[in-house]
T-cell receptor, first 115, second 112 residues
Framework: GAGVSQSPRYKVAKRGQDVALRCDPI?????LFWYQQALGQGPEFLTYFQNEAQLDKSGLPSDRFFAERPEGSVSTLKIQRTQQEDSAVYLC?????????????FGPGTRLTVT | KQEVTQIPAALSVPEGENLVLNCSFTDSAIYNLQWFRQDPGKGLTSLLLIQSSQREQTSGRLNASLDKSSGRSTLYIAASQPGDSATYLCAAGGDSGYALNFGKGTSLLVTP
């Protein structure tokens, strides 16, 4: 497909479990962003990759959150020892060039529920 | 930290009306302002991107304006249709690293 895809679309985890969320950006896009969207709120920035380099991880809420993009394409957001407050929709976005100047294209998100 | 506010939080209008959604931001040192649409259970769809050097952008029935000095942007929707029903989000970019800073959105309902 031509758009950003994310998997799984829905994930239910028991408190304390580890989860891994996948993002496939648009082919050739240099920039990749992760956001967290709580119910009724706007998305909150988590982290930014330019190709395989993680240039900004200032939004990651704790050291339980880890993201990688080892080959500069697919990215994985990992959450260790999930907590109830981690329940949210996790959105991935990509853009053609480096930085924040260019239009971001979003995937459908992964809805994480921690029970 | 950039604070982005959207007013109103919710809006209901009859089909055919023209309407304006408002977005304000506290830090005028932005690179751009982007408007998105979000349908229930879906991701965000980009509508319009205004660079800091621009005053407005138009796409079909949508027109977005940007006034950096006053920290405001508006999204104008002409001749609204029921298919326009969605949540509209604005986001300011470039004032702080690589983040887009989002408002909470305006939930729009267009009734037939």
């Amino acid at each position: 497909g031509a758009g950003v895809s994310q998997s799984p679309r829905y994930k239910v985890a028991k408190r304390g479990q580890d989860v891994a969320l996948r993002c496939d950006p648009i082919s050739g896009h240099v920039s990749l962003f992760w956001y967290q969207q709580a119910l009724g709120q706007g998305p909150e920035f988590l982290t930014y990759f330019q190709n395989e380099a993680q240039l900004d991880k200032s939004g990651l809420p704790s050291d339980r959150f880890f993201a990688e993009r080892p080959e500069g394409s697919v990215s994985t957001l990992k959450i260790q020892r999930t907590q109830q407050e981690d329940s949210a929709v996790y959105l991935c976005a990509s853009s053609m060039l480096a930085g924040v100047l260019y239009e971001q294209y979003f995937g459908p998100g992964t809805r994480l529920t921690v029970t | 930290k950039q604070e982005v506010t959207q007013i109103p939080a919710a809006l209901s209008v009859p089909e055919g009306e023209n309407l304006v959604l408002n977005c304000s931001f506290t830090d005028s040192a932005i690179y751009n302002l982007q408007w998105f649409r979000q349908d229930p259970g879906k991701g965000l769809t980009s509508l319009l991107l205004i660079q800091s050097s621009q005053r407005e952008q138009t796409s079909g029935r949508l027109n977005a304006s940007l006034d950096k000095s006053s920290g405001r942007s508006t999204l104008y929707i002409a001749a609204s249709q029921p298919g326009d029903s969605a949540t509209y989000l604005c986001a300011a970019g470039g004032d702080s690293g690589y983040a887009l800073n989002f408002g909470k959105g305006t939930s729009l309902l267009v009734t037939p």
